[in-house]
């Protein structure tokens, strides 16, 4: 079980990050928006559309770098054995996912 402490780290750190996530992601699609407009458009400019796609790729990046960011806060917050008590339940439920997908195959 988690302290009233590890609780409330944890509900500040998936505030602030959510904060990020949003405008991060809004980024993402922002950049998406335009190089699709760049690459449907009449003409092509394929050196705007690199340089749309590259700046495309650095939101993502960023996007993934504040997931992970929060991913190491969480193992800060609730420590070795329960990080690794998480892990196993999420692999558990991922392998059980997994069968019930091949099953309704």
Same mark, same amino acid.
């Given at each position: 079980?988690?302290?009233?402490?590890?609780? =409330?780290?944890?509900?500040?750190?998936?505030?602030?990050?959510?904060?990020?996530?949003? &405008?991060?992601?809004? @980024?993402? @699609?922002?950049?998406?928006? =335009?190089?699709?407009?760049?690459? =449907? #458009? &009449?003409?092509? @400019?394929?050196?705007?559309?690199? #340089?749309?796609?590259?700046?495309?790729?650095?939101?993502?990046? &960023?996007?993934?770098?504040?997931?992970?960011?929060?991913?190491? =806060?969480?193992? &800060?917050?609730? #420590?070795? $054995?329960?990080?690794?008590?998480?892990?196993?339940?999420?692999?558990?439920?991922?392998?059980? $996912?997994?069968?019930?997908?091949?099953?309704?195959?």
């Amino acid at each position: 079980n988690l302290t009233e402490s590890q609780i =409330e780290q944890l509900d500040q750190a998936f505030r602030k990050s959510r904060r990020n996530l949003i &405008k991060l992601k809004s @980024d993402v @699609d922002i950049e998406r928006l =335009e190089l699709e407009t760049l690459i =449907e #458009g &009449k003409t092509l @400019d394929e050196n705007a559309t690199l #340089g749309q796609y590259q700046r495309l790729e650095k939101a993502r990046v &960023k996007l993934g770098t504040e997931r992970f960011r929060f991913f190491v =806060e969480i193992r &800060k917050i609730i #420590g070795y $054995e329960r990080f690794h008590e998480l892990l196993a339940l999420n692999k558990h439920r991922r392998q059980k $996912e997994r069968h019930q997908r091949n099953r309704n195959r």
